[in-house]
């Protein structure tokens, strides 16, 4: 498939690298009943333990572009890639939840700067546009197969070898993806990278913190505390203020022209929601499992294969609808497909068999295969070439957002009303998903046109 040897090496120590950012990802969730064991934590605690890669991931990610762009995206790839790999030793050892929070905070600041200069490293290493196609098809099914593999090696290292084991491997891989990084990779840097607006960088850091410690707290504290009531106003007056330096800036984070485009403003606002579930409901099913259905770690990722898995494959074999004819068709019919499973995992709280469960997430994971490649589809194609990173960019961003999002709600609902507070999730992401439907049902344009089929997307 590709003729030079080099490039060939670069791409392996590209995916490599971020194929431990998406194991981690889904891994670590099946090992959630461990920690709880282990460090007699509560909800919350599991809560800051995901929500805090997340979110520092989430918000550093279009700033992880820039730096690349401005100062070589093989430097900010490799510091990403060893501040990972340094965090995950860190998150290995931790003696308690405070330590791990800490460390998985500065893991997804690492994972936030590799995720952008991936792609830009891939098309510098692959100059021809069919090589680099073959390229970034590969790296998407790496990066998937990531995503994939977690709950079940995560299932296996946490039954036989203890949580801990589940970062303890991203050592020899990160080391050998940074020797191979550092050995075949050419560095890239944009001919005219943009500023990085820091102060609007920082309000929205402080505003996703402020949202997060309130929905978390309102699990343990109650919605209408003092402390929580005053942690949403903060996130409000946070949020109003990056608005208003947006506005000013010469050269904003989220450029405002990229909105004015309704197929754009709606796949974005898709992206958070489909990750609000998708990262809310792998969050809350682990629990489920463990300590309703009392399913140990490997059985319990077992029974979530389907979820991870069938996204990949039905996004290969569905490959050939993927052009702009067929973007409107996959977005309905997988959101549709989506409220559909997560009704069904609703249904199955009863005293229902296992089988009802993988009938819920098989169908939540089939509307993701169709979701996310014809979502990627419409945000690159409604934006202009000159700006096609930033747009993929703040489509990921709007993802990890909404599964911060999903994490810390589901999570809260489910700490503070347990079997209710899952039929709640649910039923929210029934809603949502049929909402967003109608949304795009009548503001994404009509077929147009195909123009060639856009590869499967990230899992991030």
């Not at 998150?91 to 590799?114: D, E, F, H, K």
């Not at 606002?269 to 489909?274: D, H, K, M, N, P």
């Not at 229902?352 to 169709?370: F, H, K, N």
Request: aromatic share 10%; glycine share 12%; proline share 4%.
């Amino acid at each position: 498939m590709f003729r030079n040897r080099a490039a060939q090496y670069a791409l392996y120590s590209i995916c490599f690298g971020f194929f431990l950012v998406l194991l981690d990802t889904s891994a670590l969730n099946v090992a959630m009943v461990s920690l709880e064991r282990q460090f007699h934590e509560n909800t919350s605690g599991l809560q800051w333990v995901v929500n805090s890669y997340t979110l520092v991931f989430a918000s550093f990610l279009l700033t992880g572009g820039a730096l690349g762009d401005r100062f070589g995206a093989k430097r900010w790839y490799q510091i990403g890639l060893l501040l990972f790999t340094a965090m995950s030793v860190a998150s290995a050892l931790a003696p308690n939840v405070g330590w791990l929070i800490a460390a998985r905070s500065l893991q997804g600041l690492g994972a936030a700067l590799m995720l952008p200069g991936s792609l830009s490293l891939l098309s510098h290493a692959f100059p021809d546009a069919e090589q680099r196609a073959h390229a970034v098809g590969f790296w998407a099914g790496v990066v998937s197969l990531g995503f994939a593999a977690g709950p079940l090696l995560g299932g296996l290292l946490t039954h036989y070898l203890g949580w801990r084991s589940i970062f303890w491997i991203n050592l020899p891989v990160g080391l050998l993806a940074l020797w191979m990084n550092q050995r075949f990779v050419a560095e890239a840097r944009a001919a005219n990278p943009r500023p990085i607006d820091w102060p609007a960088q920082a309000l929205i850091l402080l505003a996703m913190v402020s949202l997060n410690f309130g929905l978390i707290g309102a699990g343990e504290s109650g919605w209408l505390t003092p402390v929580n009531v005053t942690a949403f106003v903060l996130t409000l007056v946070l949020v109003v203020a990056f608005l208003r330096v947006e506005r000013r800036s010469a050269s904003p984070v989220l450029p405002g022209s990229l909105f004015s485009h309704a197929t754009f403003s709606v796949c974005v606002l898709l992206g958070g929601v489909l990750n609000f579930s998708m990262y809310g409901v792998l969050f809350i099913e682990s629990l489920y499992l463990q300590n309703v259905r009392h399913l140990g770690p490997l059985r319990t990722g077992l029974v979530i294969i389907p979820f991870t898995v069938l996204p990949t494959l039905t996004t290969r074999v569905i490959a050939r609808y993927n052009g702009r004819d067929f973007i409107k068709l996959r977005l309905i019919g997988g959101q549709l497909l989506a409220a559909a499973g997560a009704l069904f995992l609703g249904l199955a709280l009863g005293q229902t068999g296992v089988t009802e469960i993988l009938i819920g997430l098989g169908l939540l994971g089939v509307a993701m295969g169709c979701i996310m490649p014809a979502m990627t589809a419409g945000v690159l194609a409604s934006a202009p070439p000159a700006l096609s990173g930033v747009a993929s960019g703040i489509l990921n961003a709007a993802r990890q957002v909404g599964g911060t999002l999903g994490v810390a709600l589901m999570g809260t609902l489910l700490a503070s009303a347990h079997d209710a507070g899952m039929i709640w999730s649910f039923g929210l992401t029934t809603v949502l998903f049929v909402i967003m439907a109608a949304v795009t049902r009548w503001y994404i344009p009509g077929p147009r046109r195909a123009t060639g089929v856009v590869p499967a997307s990230s899992m991030a």
